[in-house]
């Protein structure tokens, strides 16, 4: 799974850049509107999701576990999809979709972390990644009754947060990668070429 990761460095840092940018539109327009809100974590989500799903299927599924990534992928596409489609969205279903979407990643963020622990050294950022996604969705479930901008800046130091950490996971597994982009595994040699 490890060597893969470091292969696709890049999608994983791509996630993280649209997270960033999420987080800083919903600083810069806090008085965003809530049609407005639901647009852009909707193209989020989705954008999130898809890059998840391509990730997952340039696995060699052969050798590698994707699973997990697949089903976070999926659920992102779904959520996106839902937040465009659902006419009605309130406040309230707003938030109830944004908890499950953060909770449902965090649970497989942290499962994949837990995979590389004896992998790579800094697999906790990925771990970290996956507890703020659920704390995150527990405190929106928590507090639904925070006032709209309290919510819009919540969401968007939340996921600012997340994808600072993912860009940083991103260039740690980039720094692993060897020529040749296969990766030794722990406690054994590099091939030679």
């Known amino acids: 799974m490890l060597n893969l990761m470091t292969q696709n460095w890049w999608a994983l840092a791509l996630r993280g850049l649209v997270a960033i940018l999420f987080g800083i539109a ?3 327009w806090p008085g965003i509107t809530l049609w407005a809100l639901v647009a852009i974590f909707g193209a989020y989500a989705l954008i999130d999701g898809i890059f998840a799903i391509v990730e997952a299927f340039r696995r060699d599924v052969r050798r590698e576990s994707w699973w997990a990534l697949l089903v976070e ?6 959520i996106g999809i ?3 489609t659902w006419p009605g969205l309130t406040a309230f279903g707003l938030l109830y979709l944004i908890a499950f979407w953060a909770i449902v990643t965090g649970v497989f963020e942290v499962i994949t972390a837990i995979r ?3 992998e790579i050294t800094g697999e ?3 771990a970290l990644v996956g507890v703020l996604s659920i704390v995150f969705g527990l405190l929106l479930i928590a507090f639904p009754v925070a006032g ?11 996921v600012f947060a997340m994808g600072v950490v993912m860009v940083s996971l991103a260039f740690k597994l980039r720094s692993l990668r060897t020529p040749g982009g296969v990766m030794p595994h722990a406690g054994h040699a590099a091939p030679s070429h």
């Open 26 to 28: 919903a600083f810069v």
């Open 73 to 78: 992928g999926i659920v992102g596409v779904a």
């Open 116 to 118: 590389l622990r004896h």
């Open 148 to 158: 709209a901008l309290s919510v819009v800046l919540m969401i968007g130091a939340f």
């Open 82 to 84: 839902l937040a465009f």
């Open 124 to 126: 906790w950022l990925m």
